[in-house]
């Protein structure tokens, strides 16, 4: 069992930066894929970045370039840095991790077992 917390979103000018982090419970946190997902009002939930065990890293073509995603296994946590920011990347962000890896399938929420509360980031113009 996995138990995520994120922390960190709020209110930021267009430009500024914003650092979010996810801290886990549970044993292993280091074998599990974390994801940052987000979702806006009357969207669906996209995935924003993902970091594989080993420490690969995707991202969403909307972030590459001003969001970097890492994680700190001794500290149990995931963290987003979100530089650049606009008033599109508006959203609840959500934290989530999944033991189970798959390249073509890794951006999809089903693949997840273990999610966060949310933290809501807004990005006034």
């Not at 669906?44 to 993902?50: G, N, P, T």
């Not at 994680?71 to 530089?83: I, Y």
Request: aromatic share 12%; net charge positive; hydrophobic share 35%.
């Amino acid at each position: 069992q996995v138990q995520l917390v994120e922390s960190g979103g709020g209110l930021v000018q267009a430009g500024g930066s914003l650092r979010l982090s996810c801290a886990a419970s549970g044993r292993f946190f280091s074998s599990y894929g974390m994801g940052w997902f987000r979702q806006a009002p009357g969207k669906q939930r996209e995935l924003v970045a993902h970091i594989t065990s080993a420490g690969s890293t995707n991202y969403a073509d909307s972030v590459k370039g001003r969001f970097t995603i890492s994680r700190d296994n001794a500290k149990n946590t995931v963290f987003l840095q979100m530089n650049g920011l606009k008033p599109e990347d508006t959203a609840v962000y959500y934290c989530a991790a999944s033991i189970y890896y798959s390249p073509s399938d890794y951006m999809k929420t089903h693949m997840y077992e273990y999610w966060g509360q949310g933290t809501q980031v807004t990005v006034s113009s």
